[in-house]
């Protein structure tokens, strides 16, 4: 029997391979978690697995729960004009999928050209959108995602292109430079509040924050250094969690349309660039934990969530061998660490400045009592870290001057001397090395799982992350040649 001149067998054939090659709504990311562990490369990953290995006395290595995703990748990173990118030209490539220079915030390399990002197609698909960050929501990654502008520093302007965004829900830290606009100006709180945003400042705030409220901005309790959340390891139960915001985008976001959630781990970047694993292990574990949520969604929904979890570049260079343990591993020292590098230094002025403590034995004690650097039970210094922490702690007092600009900055980057050494004294002894206090070129790891992950195998550029994302959701990116067509989706208010 013959159909248009196809047989019965030919015509069956053509249909099921339509069936299989199309894709079903069903196949499609109606719901999107793309999460963002920033400077996190393949050693960062593989110390925190370590070191939760050696925490519970095991040897090796223990999986974090995106280890286990099925599928896995990796990216190049590099910026259109350097082949060590920054986290603002690395997040607009991840963001719209366009290589760009350093420092441009979704905006082409010569900042002529604004760029969509994919939150911006699957907000005009009628998605809502979440972005979600544990440093400042200005910050260059979250930024790269709903602003446009030449320079990642130009906070205050950023902070207008979120007001405009139209995005249902941000999360995390609050802004860098709220009254970068000036004195006249109205403020980035009230550029926000004025486009719509209910913004909440407080614990009970958060807890009580529903759907009702419309559009919001959840804004960590506690913030430190440059307005980020304090580092997971300083955290305490009053601080608000990466986990307790992906849940509450989550809340906030559930609709028959889907959404897209973008959640930046954007300390354990800044871990690194201090060259302190341990906080940073502990911020890669608030990373899993931010996981979790989304993959108990994903159990829900399986054939409609997408989980893409990936990394702008690596930080630091670190390396799981140091040149004076060779090929031993000594981990379990590294939970001698309390605190996070920057608090330690912070501990460490505040005492000095306590009349009578400005003493050497002063210094040897702090670091004995958060490094157990220092004594017979705790962990032996030889003579050489001796004399390290007792220069660091000159410098720190500045009782000392290293006049070699090289050796100053080999020794402590830009970081406070006594906590750097103390640190990197523990680094080492624990059988961890950085070669940096910056980026490196390092490929990063990808990890997927759920509808259309197969599509995140192989090794790629990070321009590919977003367009894949895009063509799991059913969403195509259109390549805009021309100023006119290059207008940015307007999304209805
Ligand atoms: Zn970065």
Redesign the pocket.
């Known amino acids: 029997m013959k159909f248009f001149g196809f047989t019965k067998n030919n015509l069956l054939l053509i249909i099921s391979l339509l069936l299989f090659t199309l894709p079903t709504e069903a196949q499609r990311a109606k719901y999107v978690f793309f999460f963002?562990g920033?400077?996190m490369g393949l050693a960062q990953v593989a110390t925190t697995e370590a070191m939760l290995a050696a925490r519970h006395n095991g040897e090796g290595f223990e999986n974090l729960n995106f280890s286990e995703f099925p599928i896995t990748g990796i990216i190049t990173t590099h910026a259109a004009n350097r082949l060590v990118?920054?986290?603002a030209a690395?997040?607009t490539a991840l963001a719209s999928g366009h290589k760009t220079n350093i420092n441009r915030i979704g905006m082409n390399g010569d900042a002529t050209e604004p760029l969509n990002s994919i939150a911006y197609y699957a907000k005009a698909r009628g998605k809502k959108v979440g972005i979600i960050s544990s440093v400042s929501i200005d910050h260059?990654?979250p930024a790269s995602f709903y602003a446009h502008r030449p320079d990642r520093n130009d906070y205050y302007d950023i902070s207008q292109d979120l007001a405009a965004s139209n995005f249902d829900f941000f999360g995390g830290g609050g802004f860098a430079k709220p009254n970068g606009g000036g004195d006249k100006k109205p403020s980035s709180w009230e550029l926000a509040q004025k486009a719509g945003y209910t913004i909440t400042r407080t614990r009970a705030q958060f807890d009580t924050l529903s759907p009702a409220a419309g559009k919001a901005l959840a804004v960590a309790p506690r913030l430190g250094s440059s307005r980020a959340m304090p580092y997971a390891i300083d955290q305490t139960a009053d601080d608000i969690t990466l986990s307790a915001f992906v849940e509450k985008a989550i809340q906030m976001l559930d609709n028959e349309r889907g959404f897209f959630i973008m959640c930046e781990e954007?300390k354990i970047?800044w871990a690194c660039h201090s060259n302190d694993a341990v906080a940073m292990a502990y911020n890669i574990e608030a990373l899993a934990q931010a996981i979790e949520p989304a993959l108990k969604f994903y159990q829900q929904h399986p054939d409609e969530t997408l989980i893409v979890v990936t990394?702008?570049?690596e930080?630091g260079g670190l390396a799981l061998g140091y040149a004076l343990t060779r090929y031993d591993s000594y981990l379990q020292m590294l939970t001698a660490q309390k605190v996070s590098m920057e608090r330690f230094a912070a501990i460490a002025d505040s005492t000095f400045a306590i009349p009578g403590h400005n003493h050497p034995d002063t210094a040897m004690a702090l670091v004995l009592k958060y490094y157990k650097l220092g004594s017979e039970n705790g962990i032996q210094l030889t003579d050489r870290e001796y004399k390290l922490l007792q220069d660091a702690y000159l410098v720190t007092t500045q009782q000392m001057k290293i006049d070699d600009k090289d050796e100053m900055r080999l020794r402590y980057g830009h970081e406070h001397a006594l906590a750097a050494t103390a640190t990197r004294i523990l680094n080492n002894k624990a059988g961890l090395a950085w070669t940096t206090w910056s980026?490196t070129a390092s490929s990063v790891p990808v990890y997927a799982i759920g509808a259309s992950a197969e599509s995140f195998s192989g090794v790629y550029d990070n321009t590919d992350v977003p367009k894949k994302i895009a063509q799991a959701m059913g969403i195509k990116m259109e390549e805009r040649k021309s100023r006119e067509e290059n207008k940015l989706i307007i999304i209805d208010k």
Request: proline share 0%; hydrophobic share 25%.
């Open positions: 963002i920033d400077g990118t920054g986290s690395a997040g260059a990654t954007g970047d990394a702008d570049h930080t980026h």
